[in-house]
Each structure stands twice: as structure tokens, then as C-alpha cells.
């Protein structure tokens, strides 16, 4: 008996199928699942740790023997309390760093590569938080997931020589020149590489597409409900951000900044990211810990306002499939009752932080959506279309219209609109709507419904067939309906801002997408927008975080 279990061992072992990848640290070991080789938990550098957490990170350790390459949940510091929503096992630690890579079960070489950088209000998530196996099935293409650094751990921004900013986009960019490196020794194309993202991702692979820094290390481009120019995606004010958080971890001495700096080089790193939901949560939409302006010298990944890059044309206009889902303002529908009663107490507090508006333009905004009654459940859809437009929808077509005054006549704009009947209805409504990032959802792998019989309908399987159709031929091909494909004709938007495809059954192509909201949000932008800045903004008449 013991002989024939050893035997089986021997044989189970022996059919294991596997692929041992050099790598410039050291050889790794991938295993085949599903029909895609996946090598996971692969160091492409090492943050720094103690007093220097805030430094751009440093080159990964050279190994001298074979890394097995499994999945081992690594996911870097933020709010454990999240974890629970993830469903999966998971190693909270400083050193995160670390790169993902999915690759198809062939032979071939010189294959097209998609980079995805998770999404998550760049205070939670990780590479793995959404997974691309069933896009790369039967296609000649790999995918890179990775973990950059989150929270204060990432993006706290002091602008001095230990806390400059930016460590989490300076992750992004080791991840993209190792991946240049690196990626032919799994099958990949140095010179074919789309950056994708959706939520805090699409604006990441926006600013990487803006910061002189990153040129070079990609061809494309895919933001995903996100857009550099968004209120959340660039701190306004890097200073007052740090003190508010500090007083958020119950630190008191917050307003000597040499004491802020100390505090934040020596508290754990578990407390540091204890916050970070907080974060996420606020009434003006306008995330704080996230990238910044740095000011000083030294390697810095942003110095201007993205507004300001887009203007002067000054970056490189490679190719964009660029757009958000219908209803992004989903992401809100779980605090209407309460939001709803302080809108109608404080419209003001729901103003976006990148504007600086006076009360009689705060009423105009609020007579926009809501007319002149209270805001209760009658309204549930103008608050869902007001969210959806400052958070997402609006700084996505106002950054699409810098774009292509800057001259950039190569991007491609959707809107997806598909849901369904498993969809739960918008509340107090019939109607049920696309949520955000409804579209990454789609291309990425996972059941889509919330059947108990776990059946996924035909209409919901066409719809993710479909969508990744599209998607794999504007990274493979530069354009997501090339000649001869059984999808409607796709041209690139014009100098009118259209044309733009509706992603739903059936696809159709449109005109210009939500003009009127468009005209009246570009009015008051054009008049009261606010730069974010390197140095303290005194804001008076905000409320604390």
C-alpha cells in the first residue's frame, strides 16, 4: 500500500505542468491553471521600510535560487477591516512589491501586454483584486497584475527629502520598467505594452501617460471610469491632507510640521493605513491621500497640473480606448437616505474640493439636478446622475475635450450602459442601472449575477464575450473595432466630441455624449476650477475631512 501511494505521489508530481522563467533578480516558477500559466508574488522592487517607508522604492533582491512562484495573497498595508470583502486569504506587509504575471499556453513569443493597475481610492485593493484569466484564454496575450504602495504608505506628500510624494505612481513606474525588461522572457513584446486601470487605475494609467517619467514604457492606454483631472485623483492640497489624517490617528501636535514628518516616519505601519476608509467616504467626493504635485529636486513624477498637461499638448498622445459605465453614481446609493437629508440641511458640503464656487452658483448647481423641491426618494436618480458626473463622468469628457484640442485624434470613447435582470433595482425605482466600473467587471474574470443557482445568463456571458472582444483588439490592434470585425464601425472621436459607442445589446454607435450636463459643468469649471497645488491652500471655508 505505502509502495502505491508513493508511486501516485510520484506520478501526480511528474504531471504537474509548469514553466521556470529568467527573470534580471533570479529564475521563477510558474504553474499552469485553467490553461494559463500564472507565476505570482514575482519581487519587481522593495520598499523601504522604518523611517524611510515614504522613499521611492529600491531595486528588488537578487536571488540565487529558483522562486516558486504561488499565489500567496501579499497585498500591501491598508484598513484591515476591508479584508472581509475580498473573501480571499491574505499577507498584509510592508514589502508588497510585487508583480503578477498571466501568460497563454503557447509557444509563440513577441506577444502584446496588458499591465492592469488595480483600482480601490488608492487606499485599498491589489493586483489580484480582479483577474484576467478567461480574456487571455485562447488569445495570444499576457497580463501583468501588481501591488503598489497605498494609503500614507503611497501617497503621503510633505515635499521634503524623507516624505517627497508620490511613492505609490514611482511604484507604478519600477512595475512598468521592470516589466520592459523583463517581459520577453515570458512570451512578451517590450515594445507592445497597454496600461489599464479602472476607478483610482484609470487615473493612475492617466497620470502615467502625462508624467514625463513614465514615456516610453507603454503604447496604450485604457482608463476605465477615471481620469487624472478628477477632484479625487490629485491632492489640492498636500499639506492641510496630511495634517487632517494625522488628526484622524489622533495625533495632536499636527500643526508643527517638523513634529507631522516625525510622526508619520515612526508610527506602525498598521496604524498608518488604519484610516484609510475614512478616506473614502466624504460628502465632496474628493479622495485625499492619492498622488500630488512635488516640488523640489530630485526625481518627481508630477510637478504640473494634469489640466495644465493636457492644455499644453506637452505628452505623449499614444492611442485611448477611453469611458465609464451609464450610472457610475451607483457608488453612492447606499448612503442616499442619509446624504439626501444633509444635501437638502448643506448642498455646499457636496461640492467638489478642485472648486471654489459661491452660494449663489452652489444653488445653481443644486437647482441643475434637483429643481427647487427637497431632495427625498422621488429624486434617487438626479442624485445617482449628479455623482456620476462630478466623480467620474464629467472629468472623464472634460479631460477627452483637452485631449483633443491638444491635438490627440486617436482615442476611442464609450459609454456602457448594459445591466441584467439580476441586477438589483436602483432604489426606490424600477430601474436598474450599469454601476461603476461596470465594464472592468466585464473584461475581468468572475459571475457577474446574483443568482443562487449560480447560472450565468446567456445575455450576461455575450455581454463579457463581447466586451473583451473589444477590448482585446484595441491592445492587440490599437483600435476595438478593427476592418472585417461583426461589430459596428468605430472611429476615433472627432474635434465635436463624437462619435461614442454604446456598450449594450445591441451596440450602437452615438452622437456627443451627455452634452447638456457636459456645457453646464464646462461653464463653471471654466470660471471657478481650482489648481491643485505643492505648497498649503488656505481653505476657510471647507470643512474638515
Known sequence: MLIFLFFTFICVCQCVDYRVVDTSEGPVKGYKDGGVYGFYNIPYAKAPTGRDRFKPALPASQRTYLLDAVDKGIVCPQPKDIWMLFNRSLLMTEDCLIANIFAPDTTKTNLPVMVSVHGGGFVIGDGNLLTYKNLIKGRELIVVTFNYRLGAHGFLCLGTDDVPGNSGMKDQVALLRWVKANI???????????????????????????????????????????????????????????????????????????????????????????????????????????????????????????????????????????????????????????????????????????????????????????????????KIVDYINFFTDIVIAYPMLRSLKMHVDAGHDNIYLYEFSFVHDDVPYVPYTHIRGADHCAQSLHVGDGNLTLRDDGVFPKECREMKRITRELWYNFITMGKPVPEGSEFPSWPPVGKDLSPHMVIDDPLYLSGVLLQERMVFWDEIYEKHYRHPSASKIKLSTRTEL
Open 184 to 378: 520577453a522572457n515570458f512570451g512578451g513584446n517590450p515594445d507592445d505594452i497597454t496600461i489599464t486601470g479602472g476607478s483610482a487605475g484609470a487615473a493612475s494609467v492617466h497620470l502615467l501617460m502625462l508624467s514625463p517619467m513614465s514615456q516610453g514604457l507603454f503604447n496604450k492606454v485604457v482608463p476605465e471610469s477615471g481620469a487624472a483631472v478628477a477632484p479625487w485623483a490629485v491632492q489640492k492640497d498636500p499639506i492641510w491632507v496630511s495634517q487632517e489624517y494625522a488628526k484622524m490617528l489622533n495625533f495632536s501636535n499636527y500643526q508643527d510640521l517638523n513634529a507631522l514628518e516625525e510622526f508619520y516616519k515612526t508610527v506602525s505601519y498598521e496604524i498608518l493605513a488604519s484610516k484609510g476608509m475614512e478616506l473614502m467616504n466624504q460628502t465632496h467626493s474628493s479622495i485625499s491621500l492619492g498622488p500630488c504635485l512635488e516640488k523640489g529636486s530630485g526625481d518627481m513624477f508630477l510637478t504640473e497640473s494634469p489640466v495644465n498637461i493636457l492644455k499644453s499638448g506637452n505628452y505623449s498622445r499614444v492611442p485611448m480606448l477611453f469611458g465609464f459605465a451609464k450610472m457610475e453614481g451607483l457608488l453612492r446609493k447606499d448612503v442616499f437616505d442619509d446624504w439626501s437629508v444633509r444635501m437638502n440641511e448643506k448642498f455646499s458640503d457636496f461640492i467638489p474640493l478642485d472648486l471654489d464656487l459661491d452660494d449663489e452658483t452652489i444653488q445653481k448647481v443644486k437647482k441643475f439636478y434637483f429643481g427647487t423641491s427637497p431632495i427625498d426618494k422621488t
